[in-house]
């Protein structure tokens, strides 16, 4: 579930779960593996609030995940710039 503010992004959302569907990762591996691929991050903090919530973490990380297609990348700073959110 995605909150409302999201919306104004739907046919990007369908497409990105389409994605997940399809090539059978999570939407954690996705987004960890897809920070973790730029050569300029080299560490990445995350929150963990039990230790299931670690091991998902970890294994999330260690996933084979293909890179994101042409029609996932946005560059609309409301989207992907989360001080823009409520």
């Known amino acids: 579930q995605r909150p409302s503010y999201f919306d104004t992004w739907d046919t990007l959302w369908r497409e990105y779960d ?10 954690l591996a996705a987004c960890l593996n897809h920070v973790l691929h730029f050569s300029e991050i080299s560490k990445l903090i995350v929150g963990v609030d039990s230790l299931q919530n670690l091991t998902e973490i970890v294994n999330a990380v260690h996933q084979t995940v293909p890179s994101l297609p042409e029609t996932l990348i946005s560059n609309d700073l409301g989207l992907i710039n989360p001080s823009f959110w409520p």
């Open 18 to 27: 389409k994605w997940l569907n399809n090539t059978g990762i999570s939407p």
